[in-house]
């Protein structure tokens, strides 16, 4: 049962991290390659507050907090640039991150940190706290993605010019999906911290950053039930197979790959496929 309840959380985690790199990548378009970075801030301010005595829930709004800033400082240098010249600047971002933590003595350096206080929470009850939290920021992405936010983030995905003509404010909407992207991955890492009892920099460099892209774009750019999907089908696949686990980036890599060239809506986009020819001969047949 101890490895249902650690595969659970670590789906959930995995679901949670997946979530927020939609709301900058699948809802506004903005690419970004550097998300762990925001993942490893949340987990070591986390680890830090709990080192200097402040309870694990009291960690959760800070770490949120300063990984948003952080986030809305990325946010505000990308705001001159597009596309795959985005994608360099938000890469160049987590081996920034990275590089500055090995050379952190009080991060613990090359060695990571573990043993820091827990959570306080059994297994099981850190795996349903992980489940809630989970389904809270999928519900308020759904949110998000049908208001009027959504909206303006869908058009500026779709075609930012034409939104600027439109008189929208389109580097404010930016930065508010940096925002609330970043924030939600600090939020993720304090529950990756608890979850392993270790962080280190090569938890949070450029492979992780992959990781969860090839989550969302296997799940569904911009759906938030086929990310959810994805992420919780991929986080899975290396504790049923070994192999995976060895191969991690080139199958990830090679996932991503494939996704993008044979279906870039991923499994979102199939059962819309699927879906929309089962009811065609349906309204034939009817008609």
């Known amino acids: 049962m101890a490895y249902e309840i650690s595969l659970i959380t670590s789906m959930a985690i995995s679901v949670l991290f997946a979530l927020s790199l939609n709301l900058i990548t699948g809802f506004c378009g903005q690419?970004?390659?550097?998300?762990?970075?925001?993942?490893?801030?949340?987990?070591?301010?986390?680890?830090?507050?709990?080192?200097a005595g402040v309870p694990f829930l009291i960690t959760l709004p800070i770490s949120m907090l300063l990984a948003g800033i952080i986030g809305l400082i990325v946010g505000l240098a990308s705001l001159r640039v597009r596309h795959d010249f985005l994608a360099i600047t938000t890469m160049g971002v987590v081996f920034l991150f990275v590089g500055l933590v090995r050379k952190?003595?009080?991060?613990?350096?090359?060695?990571?940190?573990?043993?820091f206080p827990t959570s306080g929470m059994s297994k099981p009850q850190f795996m349903l706290f992980a489940v809630f939290l989970a389904a809270l920021v999928a519900v308020f992405c759904i949110y998000i993605k049908r208001s009027w936010m959504g909206r303006v983030f869908n058009g500026i995905a779709e075609d930012e010019d034409t939104m600027r003509v439109l008189s929208i404010d389109v580097p404010r909407y930016k930065l508010v999906a940096f925002a609330m992207g970043t924030s939600l991955a600090g939020l993720a890492g304090c529950l990756y911290a608890q979850h392993f009892n270790y962080i280190g920099p090569d938890s949070f460099g450029f492979i992780e950053s992959i990781t969860v892209l090839s989550m969302v774009v296997f799940g569904g750019i911009g759906s938030v039930p086929g990310v959810i999907f994805g992420a919780a089908?991929?986080?899975?696949?290396?504790?049923?197979?070994?192999?995976?686990?060895?191969?991690?980036l080139l199958v990830y890599g090679g996932l991503l790959f494939l996704m993008m060239r044979f279906s870039p809506n991923g499994v979102a986009g199939i059962v819309t496929s699927a879906k929309a020819r089962w009811r065609r001969p349906a309204q034939g047949g009817a008609s």
């Open 31 to 51: 690419i970004s390659l550097g998300h762990s970075a925001f993942l490893g801030i949340g987990a070591y301010t986390s680890v830090m507050l709990l080192n």
């Open 104 to 115: 952190q003595d009080w991060l613990g350096g090359e060695m990571g940190l573990s043993g």
């Open 233 to 248: 089908v991929l986080s899975a696949l290396p504790a049923w197979f070994q192999i995976i686990g060895d191969y991690k």
